[in-house]
């Protein structure tokens, strides 16, 4: 069947445009998280929801950045006003369940480039 | 916080060669771990997990034993394979409060000659 998908996959912005990221979760996974990835460096939490519930935002640099998943399947990440420092690869992953020990199905990744 | 730290790449083998990969973790609690694989060019993909201490988790011929006494979560196999070559990450998902949030390490890569 058909994996997690993001889109766009590459994102050329300039300073201080918003950008919005999608993530299409595997049909039926409960928990989707959002990650953010420097070059040489692992998956970084920001946020993730069960259903369209958002569990824990803890993870979130700053008030910028906001998430939603309105009817527990698509999620959006939205970046305001971005900044050069914003500029990484961002990952979506949803799970079937909503447990510590559920494999998580990661998408392609959308890379944000920020000029 | 939570950490997970695993040994500078890259680790360079021949063929055939034993592999070890060193993961240790800080989290309170009981942790659940993974090994997730990124080949080149596609996404994470999960290689193996443990959920409780002593457990091993195994898949395509890698093996990673979950030990609580040493807070570490090693990654071996006996005989890799130039199809290995990858960046591999360690992982742990502890809970607090309910939810459930996810530490990576930085990974390291692998790259097998034939």
């Known amino acids: 069947g058909a994996g997690v998908s993001q889109s766009p996959r590459y994102k050329v912005t300039k300073r201080g445009q918003d950008v919005a990221l999608r993530c299409d979760p595997i049909?039926?996974?409960?928990?989707l998280y959002w990650y953010r990835q420097a070059l040489g460096q692992g998956p970084e939490f920001l946020t993730y929801f069960n259903y369209e519930a958002q569990q824990d935002k803890s993870g979130l640099p700053n008030d910028r950045f906001s998430a939603e998943r309105p009817e527990g399947s698509i999620s959006t990440l939205t970046i305001q006003r971005t900044e050069q420092r914003d500029s990484a690869m961002y990952r979506c992953?949803?799970?079937?369940?909503?447990?510590?020990?559920?494999?998580?199905?990661f998408g392609p990744g959308t890379r944000l480039t920020v000029l | 916080g939570d950490s997970v730290t695993q040994m500078e790449g890259p680790v360079t083998l021949s063929e055939e060669a034993f592999l070890t990969i060193n993961c240790t973790y800080t989290?309170?609690?009981?942790?659940?771990l993974f090994w997730y694989v990124q080949y080149p060019g596609e996404g994470l993909q999960l290689l193996l997990k443990?959920?409780?201490?002593?457990d091993k988790g195994s898949n395509k011929g890698f093996e990673a034993t979950y030990r609580k006494e040493t807070t570490s979560f090693h990654l071996e196999k006996g005989s890799v394979q130039v199809s290995d070559s990858a960046v591999y990450f360690c992982?742990?998902?502890?809970?607090?409060?309910?939810?459930?949030?996810?530490?990576f390490g930085r990974g390291t890569s692998l790259i097998v000659h034939p």
């Open positions: 443990a959920t409780k201490a002593d």
């Open positions: 049909s039926g996974h409960v928990s």
């Open positions: 992953a949803s799970s079937l369940g909503a447990g510590g020990s559920d494999t998580q199905y």
């Open positions: 989290a309170t609690g009981y942790p659940s």
């Open positions: 992982a742990l998902t502890r809970s607090s409060g309910g939810s459930y949030i996810p530490t």
